[in-house]
């Protein structure tokens, strides 16, 4: 109590508390409920903890879905967004803060203008073009539309901008190739930038619903936030099982951002425009 030596301190504190509350306590519900058998999740009144455990939630959709494909799907679609999404972001940031071509700055005009647009504008185009190259149903027709993020281009602009002129020329004087400045020079002084973006981007590719629902509607290509709506039986619905399915869903990005908090929060100031 000898911190809290003024009233506003100890009312932000307490409001600061409040709000984490607030914020928690859907997820510790939707938690809780998964952990209940279905009539007792029905039966009328709040009970904040479970008068009956069991995990039986879990283990319907563990038996009964095809979730096990899904994660798969998952992995491999973020991964795949991922890495090309950095890849290309870093290349062409490179490019635009470090070469002299010509129409460069419209280029870059044109990547800060596409925030105008919002993607769900685009989706009937995405999905005409997907169904065009035959890639409905596939990770390829659930990959492509999610390389549009423009902001990863402009946070490593931004940083590649920041290194010292002297660095390349000294590169360039000893004969370093422009593959070499990027892939040995740039890149490395810059890896806490791409770690911090590359776990960002990788969580908003596993937590995107809306264009994976629309373009995988077979267990095939469909991914684990698009998965858990099938969770249902001839019986209506079932709250348990449902939570079961997204807490499931939800637990890889979890656990990766209680691991790698420092490096995501760092993504969410850089994607603000925040440098560090």
């Given at each position: ?208 619903f809306l264009w ?14 698009v998965g858990i ?48």
């Open positions: 109590m000898t911190r809290w030596r003024r009233p506003d301190e100890l009312l932000l504190t307490l409001l600061a508390l409040l709000s984490a509350g607030l914020w928690a306590f859907p997820l510790y519900w939707a938690v809780v409920t998964t952990l209940k058998p279905e009539y007792e999740v029905v039966a009328p009144g709040i009970r904040l903890w479970p008068q009956t455990f069991t995990f039986g939630a879990y283990a319907y959709v563990l038996a009964n879905t095809n979730i096990a494909r899904w994660y798969l799907n998952s992995f491999a679609t973020a991964g795949a967004v991922t890495v090309l999404v950095i890849g290309m972001s870093a290349g062409c940031g490179y490019a635009i803060s470090q070469l002299r071509f010509p129409l460069r700055r419209l280029l870059f005009g044109l990547i800060l203008a596409s925030f105008m647009v919002p993607l769900q504008a685009l989706i009937v185009t995405h999905f005409v073009l997907m169904n065009d190259f035959g890639l409905i149903n596939s990770w390829g027709g659930v990959v492509l539309p999610q390389l549009i993020v423009p902001v990863v281009v402009i946070v490593y602009k931004q940083f590649f901008d920041s290194i010292p002129r002297e660095f390349r020329e000294a590169a360039l004087m000893d004969g370093a190739s422009e593959l070499r400045l990027f892939t040995q020079v740039f890149l490395p002084m810059n890896w806490g930038v791409t770690t911090a973006l590359a776990i960002i981007t990788f969580i908003g590719a596993w937590n995107a994976p629902f629309l373009v995988a509607s077979t267990d095939r290509a469909m991914t684990v936030t709506v099938q969770v249902h039986d001839s019986f209506g619905v079932q709250y348990a099982r449902n939570l079961a399915g997204a807490v499931m869903a939800a637990m890889p990005v979890a656990l990766a951002y209680l691991i790698f908090q420092r490096r995501v929060t760092e993504a969410i100031a850089l994607s603000a425009g925040i440098k560090g």
